[in-house]
């Protein structure tokens, strides 16, 4: 039976493996602070961030995020130490909540790591503070116990590890706030909560105000960029973390099905699932039966969602988020056996009898052989999760829409202009080493909420072979035009426009598709006259519609005024920019998303590097993307380096120019 705590309340622990979930509605940062006999703490080094996310016994997140799962191990804590904090903070930035106040109460819950709570605890009655110490775990005679604290602080985690005696407070807490903005720059955008943990569909604002709100599917991490919310989970029984069973819906036993609070097409509330009493959607399709003893068999839909677009969306993030877990499971698994062995192997040495004679040898023999049984156990696990998530795979991806899929799916030679904005679009793939050749798609929100960097400036391979730099700028706006592309054709006609800005005229050949089939409204800019025409056109246009936005007007626009969403495309950067030029492109970069204008940005990063720091906010807050496959994304549940694979039309494909000539089609019949 689950103890639902109040504040100051305690509940006796059972278990010593336990993992801490954090459900919190909006991106947040979970830290964990140990303490000896007294509560003190002893220095930096007993404090699990961000920056530093693993102490002995205890792992936390490596990104802020909605939600978290952090990983205890009581019995693996040093004597010294008889308690733990779990600490919950805002992260810093503009545009995001200063205090728990303007949030729902976050929920933090003790669990096995069978998923069975032991304890929950909702974080009620806060108001100005922006840090708070939520749990405490703490020995007493011996034994452990959970205590539900809810302390918070409004002068943020400086006052709250200040006031656990921390001398060097500000100084960590100015390196936490560092560690996440460098996470946040590093990962991929991630979908909105829903109540059971996976993310899920948010209704797209109006060009003139879309709602950018939701968490960071990529890691970008622009931070090894981040791919999600949760913590780090690690389960040496090699199964897939405690997400959903690969092939089914999520398997939390308190996971519901979100809420509807308006007609169909507008917002949902995707409240905790113990504040909700709404009824559920309809369930998704059901699986055929499965022979005894087998998985169940997989379906394409076959997760929580309004739609099937939602439904393939929500599958698509839990197929990365199994894989994500399960490859944790194996990595923690082959590092348990490895310190299990050396542990031994010093037990053994450190005896001078034992290093006399085949007893040694033995002993050594020994402890290997236990090594890879474990190995071989946990990798046993691994395959058998990847066979489910492979089969899942293979009904998945020829049912995805056009939107989701490569371009090399039959979707795409039945493509039709679509009427209505899908509510993601897929960048590419990503996969991790142990798991090849599986890959999941990378799908991103749309409107976009940040910008796109297409790196054209570090040398690497393509299809096995090494490409120089001239290559790599070939085949980043190759990239590039594939991405506009798939833009343009999943936006209705006349919903999305493009303007081109290249100075020097380098990415002409690749630009061909765009520039003959018209889907441009003009041709590319060149020279420094024609940047700061465009520049100067987008920036006007941000002016006005937030002017019209602010004052409650934005019906009346001028005349014949384009509310399309707009992308300015900038290749070869910072040719042809001067400084007034390279202002504009910073307040388009920061100001531009959040009404319809977004940034693609064709650059190697270096080239602009006589600004110096100046334009290191500009590179941070732009998804990093690269032309070939790259190890440089980062997942937010356990921080995996994921490689990153662009998608590419396949070589001699038609299905570029064929989908382009419908757009411009359709754009001539709309104007």
Same mark, same amino acid.
């Given at each position: 039976m689950v103890a639902e705590l109040v504040r100051g309340q305690n509940h006796p622990l059972s278990q010593v493996r336990l993992e801490i979930r954090v459900s919190a509605g909006r991106p947040v940062v979970a830290a964990a602070t140990l303490g000896d006999e007294s509560g003190r703490i002893h220095g930096v080094e007993w404090v699990a961030h961000p920056g530093a996310p693993t102490l002995p016994g205890l792992e936390v997140s490596r990104q802020a995020a909605a939600d978290h799962r952090l990983a205890v191990d009581l019995d693996a804590m040093p004597a010294t130490v008889h308690r733990v904090d779990v600490l919950l903070a805002l992260p810093p930035g503009a545009g995001g909540p200063v205090s728990f106040g303007s949030l729902s109460a976050p929920f933090v819950a003790v669990t096995g &790591?069978?998923?069975?709570?032991?304890?929950?605890?909702?974080?009620?009655?806060?108001?100005?503070?922006?840090?708070?110490?939520?749990?405490?775990?703490?020995?007493?005679?011996?034994?452990?116990?959970?205590?539900?604290?809810?302390?918070?602080?409004? =002068?943020? &985690?400086?006052?709250?590890?200040?006031?656990?005696g921390l001398p060097q407070a500000r100084q960590l807490a100015a390196a936490i706030d560092d560690a996440v903005a460098q996470g946040l720059a590093r990962s991929v955008?991630?979908?909105?909560?829903?109540?059971?943990?996976?993310?899920?569909?948010?209704?797209?604002?109006?060009?003139?105000?879309?709602?950018?709100?939701?968490? %960071?599917?990529?890691?970008?991490?622009?931070?090894?960029?981040?791919?999600? @919310?949760?913590?780090?989970?690690?389960?040496?029984?090699?199964?897939?973390?405690?997400?959903?069973?690969?092939?089914?819906?999520?398997?939390?036993?308190?996971?519901?099905?979100?809420?509807?609070?308006?007609? @169909?097409?507008?917002?949902?509330?995707?409240?905790?699932?113990?504040?909700?009493?709404?009824?559920?959607?309809? %369930?998704? @399709?059901?699986?055929? %039966?499965?022979?005894?003893?087998?998985?169940?068999?997989?379906?394409?839909?076959?997760?929580? =969602?309004?739609?099937?677009?939602?439904? &393939?969306?929500?599958?698509?993030?839990?197929?990365?988020?199994?894989?994500?877990?399960?490859?944790?499971?194996?990595?923690?698994?082959?590092?348990?056996?490895?310190?299990?062995?050396?542990?031994?192997?010093?037990?053994?040495?450190?005896?001078?009898?034992?290093?006399?004679?085949?007893?040694?040898?033995a002993a050594r023999e020994a402890a290997q052989s236990k090594r890879m049984q474990l190995v071989d156990q946990a990798r046993e696990a691994l395959e058998r999760d990847l066979v489910q998530l492979g089969a899942e795979a293979d009904v998945v991806?020829?049912?995805? %829409?056009?939107?989701?899929?490569?371009?090399?799916?039959?979707?795409?030679?039945?493509?039709?202009?679509?009427?209505?904005?899908?509510?993601?679009?897929?960048?590419?793939?990503?996969?991790?080493?142990?798991?090849?050749?599986?890959?999941?798609?990378?799908?991103?929100?749309?409107?976009?909420?940040?910008?796109?960097?297409?790196?054209?400036?570090?040398?690497?391979?393509?299809?096995?072979?090494?490409?120089?730099?001239?290559?790599?700028?070939?085949?980043?706006?190759?990239?590039?035009?594939?991405?506009?592309?798939?833009?343009l054709a999943v936006h209705p006609a006349g919903e999305f426009t493009v303007h081109v800005v290249d100075p020097a005229g380098s990415g002409a050949r690749e630009l061909a598709p765009l520039v003959q089939s018209g889907v441009l409204t003009a041709p590319p800019a060149a020279g420094a006259a024609g940047v700061a025409a465009v520049l100067g056109q987008l920036t006007e246009r941000?002016?006005?519609?937030?002017?019209?936005?602010?004052?409650?007007?934005?019906?009346?626009?001028?005349?014949?005024?384009?509310?399309?969403?707009?992308?300015?495309?900038?290749?070869?950067? @910072?040719?042809?920019?001067?400084?007034?030029?390279?202002?504009?492109?910073?307040?388009?970069?920061?100001?531009?998303?959040?009404?319809?204008?977004?940034?693609?940005?064709?650059?190697?990063?270096?080239?602009?590097?006589?600004?110096?720091?100046l334009l290191d906010p500009l590179w941070r807050g732009l998804l990093r993307l690269t032309p070939v496959a790259e190890d440089h994304l980062a997942d937010p549940w356990v921080g995996h380096a994921w490689t990153y694979e662009p998608a590419m039309v396949p070589p001699g494909s038609q299905v570029l120019q064929q989908v382009l000539a419908q757009v411009a089609r359709a754009r001539t019949k709309h104007s």
């Open positions: &790591l069978d998923g069975v709570e032991v304890a929950s605890y909702t974080i009620t009655g806060l108001d100005a503070e922006s840090a708070v110490v939520a749990l405490e775990l703490y020995r007493r005679q011996g034994a452990w116990k959970v205590r539900a604290v809810g302390q918070g602080y409004a =002068g943020g &985690l400086a006052a709250l590890l200040t006031d656990q955008p991630a979908p909105p909560r829903t109540a059971d943990g996976d993310r899920s569909r948010q209704a797209a604002a109006s060009a003139l105000g879309p709602d950018q709100s939701g968490s %960071p599917h990529g890691a970008q991490q622009g931070g090894h960029s981040a791919v999600g @919310p949760y913590g780090a989970v690690q389960n040496p029984q090699g199964s897939p973390g405690q997400g959903r069973p690969a092939g089914s819906p999520s398997a939390d036993p308190d996971a519901t099905q979100p809420t509807p609070t308006a007609s @169909p097409g507008a917002p949902i509330d995707y409240s905790h699932p113990r504040r909700q009493n709404a009824a559920p959607p309809p %369930p998704p @399709p059901s699986a055929p %039966p499965a022979p005894p003893g087998q998985p169940a068999r997989p379906v394409a839909g076959d997760a929580t =969602g309004w739609s099937m677009e939602e439904r &393939l969306y929500n599958q698509v993030w839990g197929m990365f988020e199994d894989l994500a877990r399960t490859t944790a499971a194996y990595r923690s698994a082959v590092d348990f056996a490895d310190a299990r062995m050396e542990k031994e192997l010093d037990q053994v040495l450190s005896d001078p009898r034992s290093r006399i004679g085949g007893q040694g040898d991806e020829p049912a995805l %829409p056009a939107a989701f899929a490569r371009w090399d799916n039959p979707v795409w030679h039945a493509y039709r202009v679509p009427m209505e904005m899908p509510m993601a679009l897929r960048l590419g793939d990503l996969h991790l080493p142990e798991s090849d050749p599986l890959r999941i798609p990378m799908l991103v929100r749309l409107p976009l909420e940040r910008g796109l960097w297409i790196d054209s400036g570090r040398p690497g391979s393509f299809d096995g072979a090494i490409v120089d730099s001239h290559e790599v700028r070939r085949l980043a706006m190759e990239s590039a035009v594939a991405h506009i592309a798939r833009l941000v002016d006005l519609v937030q002017m019209a936005v602010r004052a409650g007007a934005a019906d009346s626009l001028p005349p014949g005024f384009d509310t399309s969403q707009q992308l300015l495309v900038v290749n070869d950067f @910072p040719h042809g920019f001067d400084d007034r030029a390279v202002t504009r492109l910073r307040y388009l970069a920061d100001e531009g998303p959040a009404v319809g204008v977004h940034l693609m940005m064709v650059a190697d990063r270096e080239d602009a590097g006589d600004y110096g720091p």
